[in-house]
């Protein structure tokens, strides 16, 4: 689950992370009223789920609170595409409004999970205000890591080995330390999956802020941490993966034209990288679960076909807990109930796998059955090219 800079920012700060002073805004008249309260020259930054606002216009510097109200006015309601939304962009419903700072240095932190070591690591750079992944593609030698080993923590020589290795001033060391230690308890107390500070600034006099806030954390936690979940924002999220988090589905949205429903996310990912060798491409993932009810089984394709990049759905499914006849009286009844304009080809194979086969023939509908998965890929890649 993705959350907005101003909702880090304060996640932050509950574990000690200095940030700039400010608040967030939903109107014009509330933007000018942060402005007037923090004085002087203001930072006004449009609050969206996706990085590359500033070269997209969305973050903008104001030297005075009626300013601030004008670019608030700009930005609120207004459509922010950055390299990160896509063409679709994201609509501005909220705005943070902060003070400006006189900044020295401009330097990146971030913590994920490296799990080809199963371990959390700590990347910092001397690179800051600058795509982390530019850096690592033009000057991966900027890039210092620390991996550290969950059942110890992030020891202090850790912090102070990424304080010199950023060329810090030594009245800087302690500070970083500190500031660098209270990100780590911020990660591991929330079952956060990525923070990411970028920029940290250094201020001329000798501060250290997180300038940029961004914090995801894992789902699977989410029941862990009630008011981490609370600040989900559905406006920001795919309606279709909404939706399918409604009735308990693994859906994520991708940009091909065939729909693959499947049970289990790690067939689900060879289902798709089989569309991808037989020259097409998956247009979602999406994983009903083992013991997906007929009902879950139908929702997921009302789902799948409410994508109008859909040309063709692909079924492949393994019976073990769940059932092929259930699989294929969900696909029938879905088929039948949303008059499908588009081919089906499905592959059962497991428990019930002949009933299902005889429930899809005698439906009476325009379903491809497939022998196997390669040729289930193989049928449905064409089909989803003829339409």
Not at 127 to 145: D, R, T
Not at 357 to 365: D, N, P
């Amino acid at each position: 689950m993705k959350i907005h800079e101003y909702q880090a920012k304060q996640i932050l700060a509950r574990f000690g992370v200095t940030t700039p002073r400010g608040d967030v805004a939903y109107t014009a008249e509330e933007a000018r009223s942060v402005a007037e309260r923090l004085g002087s020259t203001v930072v006004v930054k449009a609050q969206i789920h996706a990085g590359g606002r500033g070269k997209a216009g969305g973050i903008e510097v104001a030297r005075d609170s009626k300013e601030a109200e004008r670019l608030a006015h700009e930005m609120l309601g207004r459509k922010l595409v950055t390299l990160q939304t896509g063409a679709e962009g994201r609509v501005v419903r909220r705005v943070l409004v902060e003070e400006g700072l006189e900044i020295a240095r401009e330097l990146y932190l971030g913590i994920v999970i490296d799990r080809s070591l199963a371990r959390p690591v700590v990347m910092a750079s001397s690179e800051g205000g600058v795509e982390i992944e530019i850096v690592a593609a033009e000057h991966p030698e900027k890039i210092l890591k620390e991996y550290i080993d969950p059942a110890v923590g992030f020891q202090s020589f850790q912090a102070r080995k990424l304080a010199f290795g950023l060329g810090l001033d030594a009245a800087l060391v302690n500070e970083a330390t500190r500031f660098f230690t209270a990100i780590y308890r911020a990660f591991e107390a929330t079952d956060a999956s990525l923070v990411e500070i970028n920029p940290l600034v250094v201020t001329r006099d000798g501060r250290l802020l997180a300038l940029d806030a961004k914090m995801n954390f894992d789902d699977n936690a989410l029941s862990r941490h009630k008011d981490i979940r609370e600040l989900r924002d559905l406006d920001e999220e795919d309606p279709l993966e909404v939706k399918a988090s409604n009735y308990n589905l693994s859906y994520i949205r991708l940009d091909g034209n065939v729909g693959c429903m499947v049970n289990g996310a790690g067939l689900a990912m060879a289902t798709m990288d089989l569309i991808q060798y037989a020259g097409g491409r998956p247009a979602n993932f999406l994983d009903v679960g083992g013991g997906a009810s007929e009902e879950q089984v139908r929702r997921g394709f009302e789902i799948i076909l409410s994508d109008p990049n859909v040309r063709a759905v692909l079924v492949n499914i393994f019976g073990g807990i769940m059932r092929c006849d259930i699989v294929a009286s969900g696909v029938v009844a879905a088929a039948r109930s949303l008059g499908v304009r588009v081919p089906v080809v499905v592959r059962l194979e497991g428990t019930n796998v002949e009933l299902g086969q005889t429930i899809l023939r005698e439906s009476g509908l325009n379903f491809t059955v497939a022998r196997g998965m390669k040729d289930a890929a193989e049928k449905v890649v064409t089909l989803a090219g003829q339409k």
